[in-house]
């Protein structure tokens, strides 16, 4: 298969879609919901009515069936709108992803219409209070009992853990085994003896709702758990493998939005008598700026493309992650340089860039953990 990434007229077109979302409904409150630091739902409430959320759940299943690449398209324009609010729909890709790899037709089928009949969000619940990089230390226990399962435990900085419908939960059934004592079940909302805490006090993508799940004695039916016991640990492996990609969608957003600001800025303020894009030391910045923007840009198409294709891309997924969210970083970090004092204040947007992104670098799996992955890629091949 030839690798070909000029856009289909539906490409171009769900990219001006977004691109005018963004515009339109995401910059004008992105910095309100940031100070409030509330989710914007009448955002999902629009994202939902024209077809940008839930993207990736197949139209068998009532949804759009978007690719992963389609995704990376709208991701990068969302993104540029507000980082946060793209984790909203963002995070519920990657509560959906794994039902897509291990549900059973039925559950599909009954999982799936929670999430396209009405604006409704899923979560994925993998961390726990201490353990986030070390995925196989699970201590949220799962208890068979008859036809259902005992859950018990907590897990933290789960984006979207108090609005979904749906929450995809990792649990050990015997944390001695291990990544084998793992399994996935699904808990849907409503479901007695289960608390969704709001974390509050995020330095950045304030918008987006971050929480502690705590479980007491909730009874899962034994009809939630996808796949069988012990698959949990590669169901979540296989999860991330893919969705680590719009996180580089995302990172190349912001990014972008990082040059705009930057390139309108230095073409309006004057310094000793002429605009600061006259300068080479503001060029150069724009430069290095296009520079990783182009290259996070290409290569996040290019993972997007072998997973679209069913290539082997935990790796590739890895390096658009690390690269593009690194890029991104220095990206609105010489935003803000090129905008001097002001750039320093909430007034302008490009503080908020850098607050944002900082999360890129951690969530979805630590960079150093994205180095993991290709280290042992790279000694394996
Ligand atoms: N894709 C598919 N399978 C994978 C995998 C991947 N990326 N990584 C590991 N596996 C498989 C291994 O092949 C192994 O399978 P077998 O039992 O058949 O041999 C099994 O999973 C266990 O692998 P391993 O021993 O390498 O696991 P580790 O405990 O060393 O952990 C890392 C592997 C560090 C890669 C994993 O814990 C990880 O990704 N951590 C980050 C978690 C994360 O991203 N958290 C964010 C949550 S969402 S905000």
Redesign the pocket.
């Given at each position: 298969m030839p690798i070909d990434f000029s856009l289909t007229d539906e490409q171009k077109q769900l990219q001006a879609l977004a691109r005018r979302f963004a515009r339109e409904q995401i910059i004008p409150i992105a910095s309100e919901y940031d100070a409030k630091e509330e989710i914007p739902w009448q955002i999902v409430e629009k994202l939902h009515q024209v077809g940008l959320l839930n993207t990736g759940i197949p139209e068998e299943y009532g949804g759009l069936g978007l690719s992963m690449l389609d995704e990376v398209i709208t991701g990068e324009e969302l993104a540029f709108g507000c980082m946060g609010i793209y984790t909203i729909a963002m995070a519920s890709e990657l509560g959906i992803t794994p039902i897509l790899i291990a549900g059973s037709d039925e559950q599909k089928k009954r999982f799936f219409k929670k999430l396209t009949e009405k604006p409704a969000l899923a979560a994925?619940a993998?961390?726990e209070p201490g353990n986030?990089?070390?995925?196989?230390a699970l201590r949220t226990r799962a208890l068979r009992e008859g036809d259902h399962y005992l859950l018990n435990g907590t897990k933290t900085?789960i984006t979207n853990g108090g609005e979904a419908e749906v929450i995809v939960v990792f649990a050990t059934i015997n944390p001695e085994a291990r990544?084998k004592g793992v399994v996935a079940m699904v808990l849907e909302k409503g479901t007695p003896g289960f608390k969704a805490n709001k974390l509050h006090g995020k330095m950045g993508q304030r918008a987006s709702g971050t929480y502690e799940l705590v479980f007491e004695d909730v009874r899962i039916p034994a009809a939630n758990l996808l796949g069988a016991e012990g698959d949990g640990?590669?169901i979540a492996?296989?999860t991330?493998?893919k969705t680590r990609v719009p996180v580089a969608a995302g990172s190349v957003g912001v990014a972008r939005r990082a040059l705009e600001e930057s390139t309108k800025y230095a073409k309006e303020r004057e310094a000793f008598g002429k605009p600061v894009s006259d300068y080479q030391a503001i060029q150069f910045k724009l430069a290095e700026m296009f520079m990783g923007l182009e290259t996070a840009r290409t290569y996040t198409y290019y993972a997007a493309w072998l997973t679209d294709q069913g290539l082997p891309q935990?790796h590739a997924a890895s390096v658009a992650k690390a690269y593009a969210s690194e890029i991104a970083f220095e990206a609105a970090n010489q935003a803000i340089q090129i905008h001097g004092g002001y750039g320093y204040m909430h007034e302008y947007p490009v503080e908020k860039l850098l607050r944002d992104v900082k999360l890129n670098q951690i969530?979805?799996?630590t960079n150093e953990?994205q180095r993991?992955?290709i280290a042992r890629h790279i000694l394996s091949s």
């Open positions: 994925f993998l961390s986030g990089s070390d995925a196989a900085w990544h640990f590669k492996m296989n991330l493998n935990a969530y979805e799996g953990i993991l992955i």
